[in-house]
C-alpha cells in the first residue's frame, strides 16, 4: 500500500528524479549531488540512507509540489529489488556508482549485482541521462542496456573528469573538465580518489540538468556528507 502510494503521488510531481545505485558510495554520491543542484533549483533527497522498498516510498511521500529535484538512493540486497523502485521512482537521470562485491552471498556473482543494478539504466528514457565511472567493468554493459544517453566520468578520463588531481590529508584538489563546457578548480574536504570519483558523478548529474562549472564547483565544495 506505502509503494502504491507513492507511486501515484511521484506522478502528481512535476520534477526531475535522480536515482542513484551502487554497491558502494551511494549516500556520498547523494550528499553531494544535493549540494550541487541546490545552486540552482528546489531539492528533496533521501535522509541518510533510507534507500529500500520502505524508505523510498517514505523519501518520496515526503517531497514538496515546489521541489524541482528528487534525489533517490536505490539500495538492494537480493534480486529483483531495484526494479520496483524504479517503477516508483520514474527517474530521468540515473547515477550507478560502482559494482562491488556487496550482497554477493545473496546475489552469486558480480555480473548479477550488475543486472540487478542495471534495472536503474534499463528504467531511463530516451531523453534521459546514465552516469558511470569510466573504466568500470561494466560500463558498457550498462551502455548496452540503456535508451538513454551515457555518460562516463573519472580521474583523467571521461566527458566529466578530475585532471592534476593532488590528494592531500584534508582531502583533494583537481580541475574539474567538462567536454566543450570548460573547467572550474576544485577543493574537496574528504579525503580519497573515491571521494573524488562520487563528486564526478554528482557534477555530472548537475551539467546534465544544466549547471555551469563554476556552479558545480561551489557544490561540491559546499557539501556535506552524511556521517
Given at each position: 500500500?506505502?509503494?502504491?502510494?507513492?507511486?501515484?503521488?511521484?506522478?502528481?510531481?512535476?520534477?526531475?528524479?535522480?536515482?542513484?545505485?551502487?554497491?558502494?558510495?551511494?549516500?556520498?554520491?547523494?550528499?553531494?549531488?544535493?549540494?550541487?543542484?541546490?545552486?540552482?533549483?528546489?531539492?528533496?533527497?533521501?535522509?541518510?540512507?533510507?534507500?529500500?522498498?520502505?524508505?523510498?516510498?517514505?523519501?518520496?511521500?515526503?517531497?514538496?509540489?515546489?521541489?524541482?529535484?528528487?534525489?533517490?538512493?536505490?539500495?538492494?540486497?537480493?534480486?529483483?529489488?531495484?526494479?520496483?523502485?524504479?517503477?516508483?521512482?520514474?527517474?530521468?537521470?540515473?547515477?550507478?556508482?560502482?559494482?562491488?562485491?556487496?550482497?554477493?552471498?545473496?546475489?552469486?556473482?558480480?555480473?548479477?549485482?550488475?543486472?540487478?543494478?542495471?534495472?536503474?539504466?534499463?528504467?531511463?528514457?530516451?531523453?534521459?541521462?546514465?552516469?558511470?565511472?569510466?573504466g568500470c567493468d561494466f560500463t558498457e554493459y550498462f551502455q548496452a542496456r540503456t535508451h538513454a544517453r551515457t555518460i562516463a566520468v573519472g580521474n583523467g578520463r571521461?566527458?566529466?573528469?578530475?585532471?592534476?588531481?593532488?590528494?592531500?590529508?584534508?582531502?583533494?584538489?583537481?580541475?574539474?573538465?567538462?567536454?566543450?563546457?570548460?573547467?572550474?578548480?576544485?577543493?574537496?574536504?574528504?579525503?580519497?580518489?573515491?571521494?573524488?570519483?562520487?563528486?564526478?558523478?554528482?557534477?555530472?548529474?548537475?551539467?546534465?540538468?544544466?549547471?555551469?562549472?563554476?556552479?558545480?564547483?561551489?557544490?561540491?565544495?559546499?557539501?556535506?556528507?552524511?556521517?
Open positions: 500500500a506505502l509503494q502504491r502510494l507513492a507511486c501515484w503521488y511521484r506522478s502528481q510531481l512535476d520534477v526531475v528524479v535522480v536515482g542513484i545505485t551502487g554497491s558502494n558510495g551511494k549516500t556520498t554520491t547523494k550528499d553531494f549531488a544535493e549540494a550541487v543542484l541546490e545552486q540552482r533549483y528546489q531539492v528533496h533527497a533521501t535522509k541518510g540512507n533510507l534507500n529500500n522498498h520502505i524508505g523510498l516510498p517514505l523519501t518520496v511521500l515526503c517531497a514538496n509540489e515546489d521541489d524541482d529535484v528528487l534525489i533517490l538512493e536505490m539500495g538492494m540486497n537480493h534480486p529483483g529489488e531495484i526494479a520496483p523502485l524504479c517503477a516508483i521512482a520514474q527517474p530521468q537521470i540515473g547515477i550507478i556508482t560502482n559494482i562491488g562485491t556487496a550482497h554477493i552471498e545473496f546475489m552469486g556473482s558480480r555480473e548479477a549485482i550488475a543486472e540487478e543494478k542495471g534495472a536503474l539504466a534499463r528504467s531511463l528514457p530516451e531523453v534521459g541521462t546514465l552516469l558511470v565511472t569510466a571521461g566527458l566529466v573528469r578530475a585532471e592534476s588531481l593532488r590528494l592531500t590529508k584534508e582531502g583533494s584538489e583537481f580541475e574539474l573538465a567538462i567536454d566543450g563546457a570548460g573547467g572550474a578548480f576544485v577543493k574537496l574536504r574528504l579525503a580519497g580518489k573515491h571521494m573524488v570519483n562520487n563528486a564526478l558523478l554528482a557534477a555530472g548529474a548537475g551539467w546534465a540538468l544544466g549547471l555551469t562549472p563554476n556552479e558545480l564547483a561551489c557544490g561540491l565544495e559546499a557539501a556535506s556528507i552524511t556521517g
